[in-house]
């Protein structure tokens, strides 16, 4: 069957049909996901009952997956780590808005998630395209911020917490207490050249060369404005579900709607590049 790509909003995101991917992916099939991906931001895929090796292999057909610096993987698969809320807990793990780890010099290119267990409503991931973040923007605005750097941090409040119940159960061992990077605030996407916001309210903690009380203002205004809901999408889950965004250019938000339930997704992380 040919691929069919359907778009669930305007802003970005599409679901992906006419592939079983438990048969392998051939070169010629990774490159129109590819395609359509860059394209679409975020793309989709329904009934994909993937176990760990197969899962394994998309990625590694999609990109190089990498190691998450703070939990260990699973078993015979450090690449792959466990994104779970358990019954008793109340705080989901990256529950904010986000860009997967910013705080690192080489940041992911991309992050592909596959859901295992599910609560029975709730638990949806929100999407953000940030190059109609960017484009949304005065040409005024624009200007100022080409040339600024962003201060990047894993150790924000606010997205600390969410890691506390995991860092219980499966913490890494020997992982530093802190990563700390900085980064263009407008980011050019190496392979289809759009400028995109790289500032994202989990990491970015300032901006470099300039005061707390100078940068804060400004910092808030982009958090507030990447997020509009016309440069977003939302994505209600089902088991064997996948979700694969391109890291660079958009950013998510898993909704924390499902309390005294279980919700375990497993999740690879792709290789990526130094912002410029």
Known sequence: MALQIKKIAGALGAEISGVNLSQGVSSDLA???RSAWLENLVIFFRDQALDLPQFLHLGRMLGEPVEYPFVNGMEGYPEIIEVKKLEHETVNFGGVWHADTTYLDIPPMGTMLIARELPPYGGDTMF???YLAYEGLSDTMQR???GLKGISTSAKADVSK????RLKTDAKQGAKTEYQAIHPIVR???ETGRKALYVNIAHTAGIEGMTEAESTPL???????QVKPEFTCRFNW???SIAFWDNRCAQHNPVNDYHGFRRILHRITLRGDRPV
């Open 162 to 165: 969410t890691r506390e119940d």
């Open 238 to 240: 089902r088991l064997n």
């Open 188 to 190: 050019t996407h190496p």
């Open 219 to 225: 910092l808030n205004f982009l958090f507030a404005h």
């Open 128 to 130: 953000a395209n940030q």
């Open 31 to 33: 490159a129109e996901l």
């Open 144 to 146: 100022l911020l080409v």
